[in-house]
């Protein structure tokens, strides 16, 4: 079994949808939680950043960790073709900036 | 102005050669890592430099030889490759002790055995 769980997906929504990632883990030591967002044929780019348990916002994006039940979210609002991409997430340990523990990531595509 | 860049970008070869991918960064960052991604899009740590120390080794197979000249370089040496070898090899860097350090990732290097 995998440390972190994602469906990888395919998700088709047509635009202006609210779009709902998720990530289940199995290590109750994480505590930073992150979304990566990769365009293809790219690098995985940061797109939001939480730490421990809580909900933050960006603009349409809204994070949620919550880790009594060891799961994640990514919360897309008003989703737009732009936004078609693979959305993985990952996490680590305190202390441990660079080992990224990442999902399998979720291939969204987002249709005008 | 690019912040992690690699090089080179597609890299086709045949097995049991022996290839180099380069990496470098300009954000100023003291860490360093080679990250593997799969076939289905699984992206898997290799190892860690810290100011030219490796620091995280992940069970990678001895053919594979991280190296760093120094804290804004970090290059991946592969021997006598194998079809398994096909992937997309990501550098990034990061500033160790920051709790709130962000990975930047380069662009890949999709490397292709045949």
């Known amino acids: 079994q995998k440390e972190v769980e994602q469906d990888p997906g395919p998700l088709s929504v047509p635009e202006g949808a609210i779009v709902s990632l998720n990530c289940t883990y199995s290590?109750?030591?994480?505590?930073?939680f992150m979304w990566y967002r990769q365009y293809s044929r790219k690098g995985p780019e940061l797109l939001m950043y939480t730490y421990s348990s809580g909900n933050k916002e960006d603009g349409r994006f809204t994070a949620q960790v919550d880790k009594s039940s060891k799961y994640i979210s990514l919360f897309i609002r008003d989703s737009q073709p732009s936004d078609s991409a693979t959305y993985l997430c990952a996490m680590r340990l305190s202390g441990n900036t660079g080992k990224l523990i990442f999902g399998q990531g979720t291939t969204l595509q987002v249709k005008p | 102005d690019t912040a992690v860049s690699q090089t080179p970008k597609y890299l086709v070869t045949q097995m049991g050669n022996d290839k180099s991918i380069k990496c470098e960064q300009n954000l100023g960052h003291d860490t360093m890592y080679w990250y593997k991604q799969d076939s289905k899009k699984f992206l898997k740590i290799m190892f860690s430099y810290n100011n030219k120390e490796l620091i995280i080794n992940e069970t990678v197979p001895n053919r594979f030889s991280p190296k760093s000249p120094d804290k804004a370089h970090l290059n991946l040496h592969i021997n006598s490759l194998e079809l398994g070898d096909s992937a997309v090899y990501f550098c990034?860097?990061?500033?160790?002790?920051?709790?709130?350090?962000?990975?930047?990732f380069g662009q890949g290097t999709r490397l292709t055995v045949v």
């Open positions: 990034a860097s990061s500033q160790e002790g920051r709790a709130d350090s962000e990975a930047f």
């Open positions: 290590n109750s030591a994480f505590q930073y």
